[in-house]
DNA sequence: ATAGCAGTAGGCCCT
DNA sequence: CTACTGCTAT
């Protein structure tokens, strides 16, 4: 969208088509926006908030909620560039972490310390299953995906455990899938996390809500303070998201300055409890104000077969807002459908496409991405992407602050910020292994139910046989020390004399597997990020954070996924790939829609509800939608799943698109004998693609070179001057060596990076000198 | 009592 | 294809 090519740029709001401009400017009142795929939403929101700073609005006073960092932070990007740097005092975020800065502040009303630990997923998971252990249950009846799930919609629909005890529904539906005692798993999980001074992911809204609803001192402030609430992607709030926005906005003699912006036709999120209700409600709950609505329907992203086809699909749900999307970009490329036999056969083609596509069009690689359902169908077209030689990068999957490494180091610094954090302890104490096992655990446990106190607390107690008496004593003792630094200490040194007392660093550098340099490189990228939190602002969104420290350090991170890490990935040209969930929001010239068979796009889990199959058609409007010049939907008739092959119906949303729009060489004409040829297969065999995921390997592309020949130098060997070679980063140049004798750092120019100055520990990173 | 190993069962969607 | 379980050696 850079029609805009005047040399002195127009004032702002010339750059808006009508509706736009008036969805821009009427910024007093309810305002509901319905924006269509590729219609300018984001520049809508973004010259809102800029016009409302012009006329005198101040940044503070504004809150717009987004639901990824990523987007929060290319508004405010894009906001500055109108109103220049007052734009970073705007309150943009996430829902969850400008809760969370909000709930810091106000922990003290609902009994939490300010430095309250964020439980992610994995951490609500390993603390269900230790409830359901200890309560003596069997886990294969309660699972803890099935249980976390029930008390995530609980939390979401404000039922409380209390509540959820005396809902004869939920209870009802409990015992027909068996588990009884789910709501006093429910309890025990609540009271859990309290005693742990922690917060899973639904608490950070859901305790916002509590603190807002009993506190009215403390609603009044925020009330006063944020006198425009914008929502970016409203359709896929849930009704907690919504109830906490009413909270700020609806009171008596308000000016209800609330803006939310969404499309109902691109609401994916329903089975985590997003619901397009919140449009309907929103234009009831507002229509005594003065509700203003408007509809954005001209596409600016696609052209016009595909914006055809879109509609085209989406015509099938039962139940929208109506509205009429339309593009003025020309016909177009017609939309091309690619049938293979199996799966390895739709990788081979989905790349050979790219490469025509590339050489006759002259696409670079970032403007192409492959789409699927899920995550687990990345693998064929990694190796084929790999095989033919075309940078691509994967997102999803296993983020790097999940990683084993990582965690484990972040579990430490848990258990400085906050002692009580039980699944960090859990974590911690006995990884690396200093020979405090089951046994011991379960006599801390033992002893920390019956008194009531903490994990750690109750270690100092337990009586312990000697030896294990000694390193438990070890690991409080380091622990307790760090923790006395925590308030003064930079957090990069706190965290770097944590990862060598604990032994987690040693450990690591004695493995000298391919994988286990792997870890140490990350390990040694998770120390590298702490850095430049502490020192730069690159890493992280410093706005939304008050200070420095470890624990907003690691506040911060409890948020990231995958999407928002730093690494010079968005400028260097590879090839996507990713879910289709998240690459809402995204555009790319060419976009591949892959798997497109029944049970699989649409998803089995889906098929047995009419709600649920409007989900997934709604999601593969948000694929196709994706994509601006050239489409490409691809299906085959076997693949792998769950290590056996299974026959696939080709999906009922190709049928869905119309004829018209599609290229007429693709159904059947091309013949089936030349892409089912034994000969190829047999060749393809033999060349011998082997897989390229391993677990805990870095995640990009090319490795800069083989990694069996790689023979990294001794610390002590690295000089000014040099030439080196850094496994992830490629060739560089050290430009700097500072820091003591145990401690030396390097500055290393990189020069293929968009980022090329890197400091790096010598310590870990392994570096080869290149002569 | 702990830790490493090996074999087995169960599971893998999307955040 | 990996996360538990149970066994055995220390």
Redesign the pocket.
Known sequence: MSDSTAPKPPHYLDELNDVQRQAAENTEGPVLVIAGPGSGKTRVLTYRIAHLIEKGVAPWEILALTFTNKSAREMKDRIAKVVGKKASNIWAGTFHSLFARILRVEAKHIGYPSNFTIYD?DDTKSLINQIIKEMNLD??VY?A?AIKNRISSAKSSLITPKLYAQNAELLTQDKQAKMPLVSKIYTAYVARCKKAGAMDFDDLLFRLFELLQNHPEVVRKYRQKFKYVLVDEFQDTNTLQYAIVKKLVMYPKSPRNICVVGDDAQSIYA??GATIQNILDFERDFADYGIQTFKLEQNYRSTEHIVQAANAVISHNRRQIQKNIWSHKGVGQKIKIIREMDDTGEGRRVADTILEQKSRYHLMNQEIAILY????QSRIFEEYLRKFNLAYRVY?GLSFYQRREVKDLVAYLRMVVNPNDEEAFRRSI?QP????????IEKVVALANARGISLFEALKHVAL?NR?RHSADGYLDMITKARAKADTANAYELAESIARKSGLSTMLSNDTSIEGMARLENFSALLDGIKSFVDEDTLIDTDTLPDKTLASYLQNIALL?DFDSNEEKNNTDVITLM?V??AKGLEYKSVFVVGLEEKLFP?W??MDSADGMDEERRLFYVAITRAEQFLTLSYCNTRYR??KMVMNEPSRFLTEVPAGAVENTSYSRRSEKSEYDPLERQRAKVTGIT?IRK?GTAKFTKPKMDPSKFKPNLPSEIEVGQQVMHLKFGEGRITKVDGGAGNRIATIHFSDLAQPEKRIMLKFAKLQVLD
């Open positions: 997923t886990k294969k699972q995906n089975f985590r359902r899920t995550n687990a999803g006995n292994k200093r020979g405090i096992g089951n046994t011991s046989p294990t996924t879910s969930h998240a998803s889990m889906s769950y290590g897989p677990r």
